[in-house]
Nanobody, 113 residues
């Protein structure tokens, strides 16, 4: 199993980023996928999750209405569209397959205050 994130960076408050996670080594369409994040000095928290065929999504209260998780099973890719970013969104964002506890290497998102 391999999960490779991309799309992080430095963005001003109010800006947008789209994270991508390309998956390999398993049948992607059979698994729910998630994005977790870890802010400096804090524990990891679930930001968003999506069911295997994309019919169901779930969001942390802190990102509802601003973040959108989606997936393209033909491309083995899960996305996280992040809009109206705030300094408190600064974190390392991880792509996760919770079954089996597989994590990507993470991508840094920085929103300066």
């Amino acid at each position: 199993v391999q999960l490779v994130e991309s799309g992080g960076g430095l963005v001003q408050p109010g800006g947008s980023l789209r994270l991508s996670c390309i998956s390999s080594g398993f049948t992607f369409s059979r698994y729910d996928m998630s994005w977790y994040r870890q802010a400096p000095g804090k524990g990891r928290e679930l930001a968003a999750s999506i069911s295997s065929v994309g019919l169901s999504t779930n969001y942390a209260d802190s990102v509802k209405g601003r973040f959108t998780i989606s997936r393209d099973n033909a491309k083995n890719t899960v996305y996280l569209q992040m809009n109206n970013l705030k300094p408190e969104d600064t974190a390392v964002y991880y792509c996760v397959r919770r079954i089996g506890n597989y994590w990507g290497q993470g991508t840094q998102v920085t929103v300066p205050s």
